[in-house]
């Protein structure tokens, strides 16, 4: 195995942490250096952890050794450590989905692999999570140990951006290490992009109240390189504009589309109107006229505003949330009772 480049810690548990099970999901893509240090680093942290905890990793159909790796590593463990294999590369939300499909604990946590989360931070937000009675916990990397230009800057444009379109007041959306109640992040689907939106989609089932957010240790990357580039930001510009669609108009989505395409068919009806009212009392030439072309489009705009997109949106929400369709596949892997696989208070 290769050797943790980081200090493993013991991680401070709470005295008055109240009882639960603990799932920590981390999804991983080629992040075969990483697969060793992270689970010592996990298993050492949890070191007399006082409940039943459980690790539940994410392979997003890795091209390297990464599956291998996690295999070696299980065995050496032991059963409280379960592999999802996905067929192929989902990207991160699906396999983030796919985890906390498979996470069994009344608590949840969710952490990259790449060693940039400690996982000694996991028994305070836990225990935060519980004794406040909220629904999550999210990591705020005050000190972020990464690029200014790249990373830093695009990223607080984009909290910031998010803050405010969303109503959910979080200083950093994008720390993967959140602590969640079981009960709330199963009510939520994510898909495409949207992990970078968890908080927000979670203040559509619960209250904004019961979020919070807590300061996290953040190291710099070590093995293996970033997934992400400057691109994201606009797949988050996208991804944004759908998540304040379904925020403020998803049990009334014909006011969100209506209102523009009345808008617009308002504007195309009021120039067709101008232009027929002049052609009927100067006899003036319309017909090549850009004005007519103008006014034509926007009436025709506004009604496909008000059908197709309606439907478009409201299909692509059924499609993911009836049941029947994932946004990921695994692969099969032996079932286990509701009391198999956990590492227990006195196997730590």
Request: aromatic share 8%; proline share 6%; with cysteine.
């Amino acid at each position: 195995m290769t050797a943790s480049p980081l200090p493993p810690a013991v991680a401070q548990i709470p005295d008055d942490l109240p009882p639960h099970r603990l799932s920590v999901v981390v999804p991983l893509y080629n992040e075969e250096d990483n697969v060793a240090p992270l689970l010592e680093r996990i298993h050492l942290a949890l070191t007399g952890y006082p409940y039943p905890w459980e690790v539940v990793i994410v392979d997003d159909g890795s091209a390297d050794r990464t599956v291998e790796n996690l295999e070696k590593a299980a065995k050496h463990y032991g059963p409280h450590v379960r592999i999802v294999a996905l067929m192929r590369n989902f990207k991160q939300t699906a396999a983030m989905q796919a985890g906390i499909d498979a996470a069994r604990g009344d608590v949840i946590v969710t952490m990259d692999g790449d060693l940039q989360n400690d996982p000694v931070d996991i028994p305070r937000m836990a225990g935060r999570l519980l004794r406040e009675d909220l629904d999550l916990v999210a990591g705020w990397r005050k000190n972020r140990k990464d690029g200014m230009v790249l990373r830093k800057i695009p990223s607080k444009i984009a909290n910031r951006l998010i803050a405010n379109i969303t109503g959910v007041k979080l200083q950093d959306y994008g720390c993967s290490l959140k602590a969640f109640r079981a009960s709330a992040i199963k009510n939520v689907r994510l898909y495409g992009e949207m992990h970078r939106f968890i908080p927000a989609w979670l203040a559509t089932v619960t209250t904004p109240r019961k979020i919070a957010q807590e300061e996290v240790t953040h190291h710099a990357r070590v093995f293996g390189e970033s997934k992400y580039g400057i691109s994201r930001t606009f797949r988050v510009i996208l991804d944004l504009i759908f998540v304040y669609f379904f925020m403020r108009f998803r049990t009334r989505p014909g006011h969100f589309f209506g209102g523009i395409g009345l808008m617009l068919g308002t504007v195309g009806m009021v120039i067709l109107g101008y232009l027929g009212l002049l052609k009927l009392f100067t006899g003036a030439s319309i017909g090549t006229r850009p004005l007519l072309f103008g006014g034509f489009f926007m009436v025709i705009a506004g009604v496909q505003m008000v059908t197709s997109g309606v439907l478009a949106e409201l299909l692509t929400r059924v499609y993911y949330e009836s049941g029947v369709s994932q946004a990921y596949v695994a692969r099969e892997s032996a079932p286990l009772t509701d009391e198999q696989g956990w590492s227990q208070p006195d196997q730590a």
